[in-house]
């Protein structure tokens, strides 16, 4: 019986990383949950070549986590927003965000805080049968101790970000930074 | 402003992400999760070759997620456990299994079943602030109507290592399959 070989595609969490992807991916979903929207963005945060960032889009919008919408006419211009498939995938970025401010953080702490949306003070959602689900609008992130430059200026990505989205809808369910924070 | 290039490593998911590494090693913690804990185990459910898969459970002993400890002095036999910040990788692993029975799962529905382990009943954990915790040993692991020929290989050995785990120590908190499953 040990013998037996498969490499258990059958499994629900391999085929979620199957879809995912690679680590790449991921981190376009979080910069997507935190607001991002535009190629420029995604590529000033993500610092990678254009092609590739390219590339990695089209396989999050034809594995349908995100899609592609004209936010202009003329010109022609696109951004990226998350699907209810990508959105859905809130829960595994916070559960990541949590864990790596645990057990990841410099010694000067976490860069990255969760905080309640309406209090700015620090959360920590844990996974619960009965609890009330947590709603993406009722968090935000801030910066904690241990945040550089690098961090601060993520932070001034998704105030850009918020404020293009204000202002073409007043109000957005993203894991938004709040105009408080930074 | 835009133009700024980093590649945020301060990101605590960045940083998760890092640490926990490739797709394969996040697998070797989702058997382990699962209560899987030697060797011979991990090798008959990943199917991969015995020195990658030698490399990986190293990596993941220096990353401080598992710790090998004897389980036998003679023949000296060494089995591999969760340390608390590999255990602590739970809600990410359950949030996972989850997005991917919604989102990814065949036609003929999920194949594995995260349910409540004193009823059988299937269970859907969501984060929330206010509700008490979910508790590794209030969960477990069921075959759902998509199952086939190889999660049930699967199951096979989640059983056989908790029949290892029983006989050395009564009681287990690990993400265990019931008796009755399968």
């Given at each position: ?89 809130m829960?595994v970025m916070v ?88």
């Amino acid at each position: 019986m040990q013998r037996t070989r498969f490499d258990n595609r059958e499994c629900p969490v391999a085929q979620a990383l199957e879809i995912i992807g690679e680590w790449w991916s991921l981190l376009i979903v979080r910069d997507a949950l935190r607001g991002l929207r535009r190629f420029e963005a995604f590529q000033a945060s993500l610092g990678i070549a254009r092609n590739m960032l390219s590339r990695r889009l089209k396989a999050l919008v034809a594995a349908g986590i995100l899609e592609k919408r004209a936010y202009s006419e003329r010109p022609l211009r696109h951004e990226y927003r998350l699907t209810a498939k990508g959105r859905e995938l809130m829960p595994v970025m916070v559960s990541l965000l949590i864990w790596g401010n645990r057990w990841a953080a410099p010694a000067a702490g976490p860069t990255t805080l969760l905080v309640d949306r309406a209090t700015g003070q620090p959360i920590e959602p844990r996974l619960s049968l009965t609890g009330p689900p947590l709603r993406p609008d009722e968090i935000s992130l801030a910066t904690g101790p241990g945040a550089g430059a690098e961090m601060r200026a993520a932070f001034a990505l998704m105030r850009a970000a918020a404020n293009e989205r204000r202002a073409a809808a007043p109000r957005s369910a993203n894991l938004d930074v709040s105009s408080k924070t930074g």
